[in-house]
């Protein structure tokens, strides 16, 4: 097993270098480039641009750059941003406890209520409540995460007012957790839910395709009771795919919490992203792609591991 997490971990290293390559030439090449958050000011001339050009050492050739910048970002030092001149790691952290709050929240919802719907679906196959949760399922992967948003906070926090519209807090208002869940319902169910129809769809496919196995039916020939069949041969097995689906949606996490966030003005990491490409601060969103990249392989990669652990075979690939 551990040669096995070494292979992987020695196989993500290059990815990584190819992806900050890859995402730092492509914004040094997008329209304006770095200098575009300076150019936008009146009041800078020309001879202001070429000096800032200079000290940000955007004037030598784009290898040089990337191999600077990937110096500091070994030292953890992911340079400064052009709009406000913070350190860009400083800036990051800061919105990270709020973004892994509500992805945490909604993944907790997506894997109860997806796994507990697909699992229903597949034992009661053609059922009433089959039927509803496949309906239910592709309306929910047929709706955009900001139109059911926007129709949560029409409804609920407009029309009902049970949930506030937006924030991470009551303005003015002393810490409560009370008051930050009641701020979080809204984000986290709305992202919760959209995830839950991917779960419940990959759950039911996983169970049915167990149940026609040899040995499920051999378990039944044995006179083993529907729920230990359930439980203890039916259920282990399908769960083993749906391992792979736990890191791989970490990606299709991260995106949904940056619609997610914009629509609730939730103060996270994506909503710095979408502020970072409004102002072209290309020093943070640089860094945001590092964190992205890092995030998606660090999911795949434990996917892979609790692939290994639970199916001793893959090990052997």
Known sequence: MAVYVVRRLLQAIPLLVGLSFAGFVLL????????????QNPSMS?????????????DR???VQYLKWAAGMARGELGYSYRTGRPVGEIIRE?????????GVAYLIAITLGLTTGIVSAVRRHSLFDYAATTGAMVGLSVPTFWFGLLVIIV???GLRWIPSGGIATL?????????FIHLIGPASVLGLWMTATWSRYARSSVLEVVGQDYIRTARAKGLRGR?????HTLRNALIPLITLAGLEFRNLFGGALVTETVFSWPGVGRLYLDSLNYQDYAVILGLLLVTSLTVV???LLADIGYAAADPRIRLG
């Open 95 to 103: 919105r990270v406890p709020a973004t892994l709050e509500l992805m």
């Open 28 to 39: 040094r090449l997008a329209p304006g480039g770095p200098m575009a958050v300076y150019a």
């Open 172 to 180: 003015g208002a002393p810490f409560s957790l009370w008051d930050r």
């Open 298 to 300: 660090a999911g795949s």
């Open 156 to 158: 609920f926090a407009g």
């Open 46 to 58: 020309e001879a202001d641009m070429r000096r800032i050009e200079r000290i940000l050492g955007l």
């Open 61 to 63: 050739p784009i290898h």
């Open 228 to 232: 230990t069949v359930l439980l203890r």
